[in-house]
């Protein structure tokens, strides 16, 4: 008979480490990687999980699991007191704010943006424990958007698709622009925003070969995309979206030599919901008086904003530009 092999004997240095691996955990903001506390502490990887054998072996958690877990996530291994982390991880935070960010995007359900979000939180959903999926059972009845009032954008995924490639590639792309009554144009752009305005219409912000200007185009009047494959472009380090439509009251934006302030007066019954709400970075609101407050913007176009002033007649009038709303 062969001898049973004697037990490694306990050393002041291992119980040294041992004390250092605890007070780590006990005191982490986030869970440590192995790889961490091996370069730390100056021992293997195979010393930290002999020294975590043991104390799992001694000690438990107070429902009954491991005293230290590990997490396994996009190669890492990380360790936390199974007591200390009963809360939500990041992971699960992460994948709740994908499925909550999924919910809002509803208006590309059917389209290669959605299918691609979707594969996304699938990758997210691999990392995490068993532990930790448990806390996702439920999610779709948890977070919900009615979806009242949305476009579906469906029937241009070929579009989308397209418009995609060149954004990402960025390559130059020919598309067919409805232009109303029938009419339709053709362009060669460069692709530079894709935009989601008033959380449900999209919108691509993108330069104009043919009239050297940034200029927006609604989704859904792009009849036909093609991307042109030799024709790549370098993308402009000095453009700012923010900058090309924060003229306008929306998406679209005119001349910045044409800016001047808008007022418009409300009623004060409507002073927590305009308040409240972003309507453009330059408004201003004046404290309600004798019934009455004032919210002031500066524009240099004023086609949408004329239509949501008019939305709020005849609790709302202009006060300038004079005859705006006539």
């Given amino acids: 008979m062969t001898d049973k092999p004697k037990s490694r004997k306990p050393t002041y240095g291992a119980a040294m480490n041992i004390a250092r691996i605890l007070q780590e955990l006990y005191e982490a903001q986030r869970p440590p990687s192995i790889t961490d506390i091996v370069e730390r502490l ?3 990887k195979k010393t930290i999980q002999r020294y975590l054998k043991v104390l799992n072996s001694e000690l438990s958690s107070k429902n009954g699991d491991d005293f230290i877990s590990i997490s396994r996530q996009n190669g890492k291994e990380e360790l936390f007191l199974t007591d200390k982390n009963q809360g939500l991880s990041a992971g699960v935070f992460q994948l709740a704010s994908m499925v909550i960010g999924l919910k809002l995007m509803d208006l590309l359900s059917g389209t290669v943006l959605k299918e691609g979000l979707e594969d996304l939180k699938d990758k997210l959903k ?3 424990s068993s532990r930790e999926r448990k806390w996702l059972i439920d999610l779709d009845r948890k977070f919900m958007d009615t979806g009242f009032g949305k476009k579906n954008y469906k029937e241009k995924d070929d579009q989308l698709d397209v418009i995609l490639q060149g954004l990402l590639r960025q390559l130059k792309l020919e598309i067919e622009y409805e ?3 029938g009419e339709s144009k053709t362009y060669i752009i460069r692709p530079y925003t894709f935009l989601i305005h008033k959380g449900a219409v999209l919108y691509l912000l993108a330069h104009v070969d043919e009239y050297n200007e940034v200029r927006t185009f609604r989704i859904e009047k792009i009849k036909n995309a093609v991307y042109l494959k030799e024709q790549a472009f370098q993308y402009p ?3 700012q979206p923010k900058k090309i439509i924060q003229g306008g009251f929306g998406v679209f934006a005119g001349d910045p030599k044409n ?10 019954g409507l002073f927590e919901y305009i308040s409240t709400r972003n309507w453009h970075p330059s408004q201003q609101f004046s404290k309600p008086l004798r019934g009455k407050f004032r919210m002031t913007v500066t524009l240099d176009d004023f086609k949408e904003f004329k239509s949501w002033a008019k939305s709020f ?3 709302a009038r202009v006060v300038k530009p004079s005859g705006t709303c006539q």
């Fill in 237 to 239: 380090p000095k453009y």
């Fill in 126 to 128: 691999e990392g995490l």
């Fill in 179 to 181: 232009k109303g009554e």
């Fill in 42 to 44: 100056g021992i293997s």
């Fill in 259 to 268: 800016q001047e302030n808008a007022v418009i007066e409300f009623d004060q």
């Fill in 313 to 315: 007649i005849p609790e």
